[in-house]
């Protein structure tokens, strides 16, 4: 089956360490995103990818890194910079970059940090 | 700065009525918009979307009208289901962010009550 994989469903981590979140598609999309859900808040883009080794930050890069190595693979690396790094974590895949392609979400990862 | 707004945070209906979730955006460069369902613990899946040079547009139960002039627009659901309970989430694209990246409102939850 096409689709996006997140994994794991549930993530926790204790305070001052990294951990890194991941997102696989198979849909062959060039464009790949991370944002970030919290209660009450829509969604907040974190960084985005358009092309293999390419990424631009978003909205709230800060505390985030990310790679591109893969087409098919988009990892969110949240560091022990990031200062309120419990929320739910939603991966997304386009197509390309036209008008009109739409953005598709894998099931998520909800990271809480003890 | 919030671009997207949804300023119902919920919404209950009864079944068989018609459901109708509002949206309003400040950026009047954004020409494409979409609205997303979401249940809990789950990625979103996108439901429709229009473009600026349309102001209606169909798709069996769900209908999303856009008023340019006022930036407004709607979702409507007719007959709404209990399954249609979920969180709304509207978006729009175009202008300075372009069509790679989409800015969500903070969503509205939808109970359709038997």
């Known amino acids: 089956d096409g689709g996006i994989t997140q994994s794991p469903k549930y993530l926790f981590r204790k305070e001052g360490q990294n951990v890194t979140l991941s997102c696989e598609q198979n849909?062959?999309?060039?464009?790949m995103y991370w944002y970030r859900q919290d209660p009450g808040q829509g969604l907040r883009l974190i960084y985005y990818?358009?092309?293999?080794?390419?990424?631009q930050k978003g909205d709230i890069a800060e505390g985030y890194s990310v790679s591109r190595e893969k087409k098919e693979s988009f990892p969110l690396t949240v560091t022990s910079a990031q200062k309120n790094p419990t929320a739910f974590y939603l991966c997304?895949?386009?197509?390309?970059?036209?008008?009109?392609?739409?953005?598709?979400f894998g099931p998520g990862t909800r990271l809480t940090v003890l | 700065d919030q671009q997207v707004k949804q300023n119902s945070p919920s919404l209950s209906v009864q079944e068989g009525r018609i459901s109708i979730l509002n949206c309003d955006y400040t950026n009047s460069m954004f020409d494409y918009f979409l609205w997303y369902k979401k249940y809990p613990a789950e990625g979103p899946t996108f439901l429709i979307s229009i473009s600026s040079i349309k102001d209606k547009n169909e798709d069996g139960r769900f209908t999303v009208f856009l008023n340019k002039s006022a930036k407004h627009l709607s979702l409507h659901i007719v007959p709404s289901q209990p399954g249609d309970s979920a969180v709304y989430f509207c978006?729009?694209?175009?202008?300075?962010?372009?069509?790679?990246?989409?800015?969500f409102g903070t969503g509205t939850r939808l109970l359709v009550s038997p």
């Open positions: 849909l062959n999309h060039d464009a």
């Open positions: 997304a895949s386009r197509p390309g970059l036209a008008f009109r392609d739409t953005q598709y």
């Open positions: 978006a729009a694209a175009g202008g300075a962010t372009g069509f790679q990246k989409l800015v």
């Open positions: 990818s358009q092309i293999v080794n390419d990424f």
